[in-house]
């Protein structure tokens, strides 16, 4: 399945058939409950957790306000390092540098450490139509790239998957993209986990060329910080001659000391460690004294990418989305993730944090873009564990706002029926005979009214008294 997500279904048309599988909500169920209540452990080991997460909130919105400056300094920092930054205004201007520089080196395939930035572009689709091959080296997303699938989740992009339809994938789709799955493979994780290891070895040893995201790119040094918890992106970042990042222009924190927030609260946020196993840092490029190349890639290219964030940017309400870690804690806690899955919001980045990211980056005209705001119960969870106290609901209250303002056949509807109840609130004898009428009519009223199943296909409408409260108050009230 392609990893582009324009032309799906709306969210309630997607969320409905995912509701009724029963193996994928067993899935999700079991393994977001596992994870958040590691998290909520891991996080109450610190006291000082409320000002670490104010102060993640506070250096992302201060780099936000003064984003251009600090971009300008990383750029020049990371020339000074060797490196070469790109701009790229959207996904086709960052596919075409990426696959220009791929095609510059003369290598028909590439290794990839987790980049949500690049699944946003369709990055492996515009490689794949120039013949370059692109290898996914995460274990998720290796499990989602054999079994021709979408990423579900943020943190663990396979977590509709289990144990058992792994190893049924990496039985029968390992041999097609390399080393194949060893004989006998069950579903054990020791065993799955050592199947993709040996999958990927030869790749990680045969790669001329890595692609990476980054989770954080500081401007005073103009070095790329990647986080993860298998060491395939040491891998990927380290034994490649060229290494190409392509990055969101939000992910930039102005000093090295910022760090030091985020390496608290993100790992603990998405995988319950107090620290994780890999920090990568590079910084461009390194030559030796006399010359010659030192360790890691010879050669540093940064793909700096918009695509929608600047227009989000200039949104005082919705910029708040640009402060993501893309930690997950939101989709491990939310009621409707939980249940439709993350295929339903038709992105790259599903859950809370999808419904209004996306929206922002893309716009709301199509049909699933302008759903998503509404693929929320408003509970609040999400802001509740948000390491950087990005007020979700705030902002999908505030997008609903901007859906209805677009029109359209339900809210014309809804609009024409809320000016005509203004009307008659406003006007007390014509809601005095409007009760009257309803009350004495009551009989002949349908259970389920033309128009309303949305409403009455889950709830019972309240049955009308034989007397409105203002008659009855009138005659017992005198």
Partial sequence: ?????????????????????????????????????????????????????EAGKQIKNHTLRHLDRYLEQLESAVTAAGGTVHWAADAEEANRIVTGLVKATGEREVVKVKSMATQEIGLNEALEAEGIA???????????????????????PAIHRNRGEIRDIFRKEMAAWGRAAPDGLTDTPAELAEAARLHLREKFLRAKVGISGANFMVAETGTLVVFESEGNGRMCLTLPETLISVVGIEK????????????????????????????????????????????????????????????TLADEVGRQALRCIR?????????????????????????????????????????????????????????????????????????????????????????????????????????????????KTRRLHPARPPGAGAWTDSRDLPELPAESFRDWWKKNRR
């Fill in 134 to 156: 692109a290898y996914e080296t995460d274990l998720a997303e290796l499990i989602v790239q054999l079994g021709d699938d979408r990423p579900s989740h943020i943190l663990v």
């Fill in 252 to 311: 930039v924190v102005p000093t090295w000391r910022d760090l030091e927030v985020f390496l608290q609260t993100l790992p603990r946020s998405s995988t319950a460690e107090r620290m994780n196993p890999y920090n990568s840092m590079w910084t461009g490029t390194t030559t030796t004294a006399d010359g010659r190349t030192g360790d890691g890639p010879q050669n540093f290219h940064l793909v700096l990418l918009d695509n929608g964030r600047t227009g």
């Fill in 1 to 53: 399945m392609s990893g582009t997500y324009l032309g799906m279904p709306s969210f309630p048309t997607a969320a409905k058939d995912a509701v009724h599988n029963v193996t994928l909500r067993a899935n999700l169920r079991h393994a977001t409950h596992t994870i958040r209540d590691k998290r909520a452990k891991a996080v109450a080991e610190l006291e000082d957790w409320a000002e670490l997460r």
């Fill in 327 to 439: 930690c997950s804690a939101c989709l491990n806690v939310c009621p409707v993730y939980e249940r439709a899955g993350g295929h339903a919001y038709g992105s790259v980045y599903p859950g809370p944090i999808g419904a209004i990211l996306s929206p922002q980056l893309r716009g709301i005209q199509s049909e699933i873009d302008a759903s998503l705001p509404y693929a929320s119960s408003l509970c609040g969870a999400c802001y509740e564990v948000c390491p950087v106290a990005i007020d979700i609901p705030e902002v999908l209250v505030h997008l609903r706002e901007s859906v209805a303002d677009r029109g359209g056949k339900g809210h014309r509807l809804e609009k024409a029926a809320i000016k005509a109840a203004g009307w008659v609130l406003n006007h007390p004898g014509a809601l005095a005979a409007g009760e009257r009428l309803a009350s």
